[in-house]
């Protein structure tokens, strides 16, 4: 598959009800600029707020993923976004008049067709692929699901189901890259078991839903009066059940289509990611919350990724933005504490700062003074500073301030320090400071390499005039 992005050439339209709602919908796929991704649009309300295909905004996973942004939801995305990823189309905007997608007949396979009438164009724009270098798993000991991502020079899925159920069995299900999708994935219909129909229609869900949307399987008896009842529900006085098996026998579409299904509702749920993949999923019982949860770790390591790569871009022949003695009109801290020599980039959001690590630091004499090795809470501690120069960038007398660190986690030590190396923090928030508190995330590297990172929690706190005046007194003796 080509590495260029990719977007639709002509809006197209298909239209619809929703499975839960029952209500009539059209949706219509747009095409997208460079960068644009995967956005709903509610087109029929107030102001069309925009939905963004985003693991963060989902809202409900229970019989479909359910996103919300901007006050208002789409329901049961996953077939649509399915359907996008198999195409390998990366920017579209998909406008909806209601609240849920169509579930036309339970599959992609519809959104599939509709995509290729509209054609697809080359974006003057490379891919930016989410690519693993060590394996990445997620596991729900109350669901018993599992998943687990390893690194693939493709987008590759292996699904395996067990319901506990003689009719379906432990089925198995793969993909081996995403030009399977449309042949082998996209027609594989939702499918539910007869005894879960009244439990959805007490719930007030699967509205629209009938023998034409969803594969149902029998695996127990069921009384007459009730089956009497789903009769009259679905309008199909025909509905029979001969046995265990597929109601009214309907024909599966490959003998293993609930298991593909399962992988189709993967390939849309991890949409949400944000980006295009390149890894081997392999999921034991999954299902859309731990699809979504997983995707949260995928973005989480995707961000992380970006923050790597922009460090990468750091220029360290250009002149510092603070040098040592601009640090020490921000922060209290002096020699041999002081751990920063120099910031090279800062803004409302970011810091870079630099230390140079040489064998005449004080921790040296007695940290393996035969093997010197940076202690790792110096590495933090000069993180820290680095962090401190940020926030206390945030306020104009910055002297007045202090930084107090009120929690530190997800430290990771990745190679050892030793003098004669140059240390580079790159730190970005997390959030926008509140009520003098901010959260930050911090990578160090040497030679282009990550050595330590830190997710960090601190407070400015304003210092009070005696307390000032007591700390310039130490300073100047």
Known sequence: MADKQRTIQKAVSISGKGLHTGKPVTLTFNPAEIGHWYKFQRTDLEGQPIIEADCDLVVDTSRGTTLEQNGARVHT????????VGMGIDNCLIQVSGPEMPIMDGSSLKFIE???????IEQDAFRDYLELDENLTYEDPIKRVEMLAVPQDEMRVTVMVDYGSEVLGTQHASMYHLGEFKNEISPCRTFV???????????DLIKGGDMDNAIVLVDSEIAEDKLNHLRKVFNKPDVEVKGRGVLNNTKLRFFNEPARHKLLDIVGDLALVGKPLKLHVLAALP???????FAKKLKALAKKQRMERDFLKLDMSLPPVL?????????????PMLLIDKIMELSEKHVIGVKNVTLNEEFFKGHFPENPVMPGVFLIEAMAQCGGVLVLKTVPDPENYLTYFMKIESVKFKQKVIPGDTVVFSLKLLSPIRRGICEMRGVAYVNNKPVMEAEMMAQIVKVKETEVKATDKQLAN
């Open 77 to 84: 995305t996953e077939h649509v976004l399915a359907a996008l």
């Open 114 to 120: 509709i995509l290729e009438e509209a054609g697809i």
């Open 193 to 203: 078991f007869l005894r879960e129909l009244e439990a959805l229609l007490a719930h």
């Open 287 to 293: 299902g859309h919350a731990g699809n979504v949860e």
């Open 323 to 335: 040098n040592i003695v601009d640090i020490m009109k921000i922060l209290p801290h002096r020699q």
